[in-house]
């Protein structure tokens, strides 16, 4: 049975939208019973767990939080935004066994309302309510969302001038981070946030690969894992490394990466994870919702499993910076060398390596 639901946008006088999936009410027979019933969505072959209120008189609606299998919590915000859908959007849901609603077509992404798209919208000064997740009103929460960003041309044509003087011939990076294995490279991802590469990281992952040749797979990276007591025990005894918050993170992306590859077999976790880097887009770092993990830590990920982008970590975006003649944000960074890359007619992931290579390593690869 295919039923439809309808996002919208139920805090339209916010800062931030709450974006909230509701059905027909003609179709509550066809939904779990109850104020608060268990339900999941399948999106694309991702599987998220929320509660549905489907009692009283109003239509059925859909909780304003979402979990994946490994706990981490999201906003239907996050979940909808990443999906590149806003206020009116139709979709239709194939109803499976327990309790799932399977995506099966994107009828309608829906459109916002002049002025009132995420980023670009004030809040009212009429203060708003929304239903909780038990039902009453209550003051809603604003969520993080990325900002819709507007790129100067003029910052466009000075930064592929730069990269027209400084790298007249780029080069593919043949550096050992794109090829390690899967559990190597998300620990790579982890451990270089805001840490010295060569000095710091390299040796880490030098030394993880010794010990533990045989684990090569995000998998068997759980598994060992979970030998230990915490996270912070593994980080500490084998990366060397005394720091739970970063352990924290590290297991969290972990969690996430073990989602994106699902049931497929450790032979064909790459090829998964490849799949995934290219389809991703900067934006979907928010429905992480991992402190600590931003949007630099995500397409470092993303680059690690091949794809062709960009990350703006420190280096980036002080090279942009200087080519455009003031501050960036990290945003403003990537979307700056996307264009300037692309009017040069050079390939992105290359842009970046070099820019890295040039900044870190003086050039030697």
């Known amino acids: 049975m295919v039923i439809q639901g309808r996002v919208r946008d139920i805090q339209p006088r916010r800062a931030q939208p709450t974006l909230e999936l509701s059905f027909n009410a003609k179709d509550r027979s066809a939904l779990p019973q109850g104020a608060r019933a268990g339900i999941s969505l399948n999106l694309n072959g991702k599987r998220w767990h929320g509660t549905i209120n489907s009692s009283g008189r109003n239509p059925p609606y859909l909780h304003t939080r979402l979990s994946q299998n490994s706990g981490i919590t999201f906003t239907c915000t ?6 590149d859908l806003a206020e009116g959007a ?3 849901f194939e109803c499976e066994p327990g309790a799932t609603l399977r995506l099966v077509r994107i009828v309608n992404t829906g459109k916002w309302r002049s002025g009132n798209e995420p980023g670009n919208r004030k809040a009212s000064s009429r203060s708003s309510t929304t239903r909780n997740q038990n039902g009453p009103a209550t003051r809603g929460r604003s969520s993080s969302l990325v900002r819709t960003i507007g790129i100067k041309n003029r910052d466009v044509e000075r930064l592929a001038g730069a990269l027209k003087r400084d790298f007249p011939a780029t080069k593919s990076s043949n550096d050992r981070a794109w090829f390690r294995a899967p559990a190597l490279r998300v620990i790579d991802c982890v451990l270089s946030l805001n840490r010295r590469y060569d000095a710091f990281v390299v040796p880490r992952l030098n030394r ?6 045989k684990v090569a797979s995000v998998r068997s990276l759980r598994d060992l894992i979970d030998q230990f007591s915490t996270p912070a025990d593994f980080v500490h005894d084998v990366l060397d490394y ?16 073990l989602d994106i590859i699902g049931d497929t077999s450790e032979e064909s976790e790459i090829s998964r994870l490849e799949q995934w880097a290219k389809s991703a887009r900067p934006q979907d770092h928010v429905a992480l919702g991992i402190s600590g993990f931003a949007i630099a830590g995500f397409q470092y990920l993303r680059m690690l499993f091949g794809a062709n982008t960009t990350k703006p970590d420190t280096h980036i975006r002080g090279y942009v910076t200087e080519a455009v003649g ?6 403003e960074a990537l979307k700056l060398l996307e264009a300037a890359a692309e009017r040069q007619t050079i390939v992105l992931r290359d842009a970046d390596t070099n820019i890295w290579e040039i900044r870190v390593r003086g050039g030697k690869n």
């Open 208 to 213: 993880f690969e010794r010990l533990y040749p």
């Open 78 to 83: 996050q979940v909808f935004l990443g999906l």
């Open 326 to 331: 003031h501050s960036v944000s990290d945003l």
């Open 242 to 257: 005394k720091d739970p918050d970063r352990a924290r993170v590290l297991n969290a992306i972990v969690d996430f990466v």
């Open 90 to 92: 139709i979709l239709d």
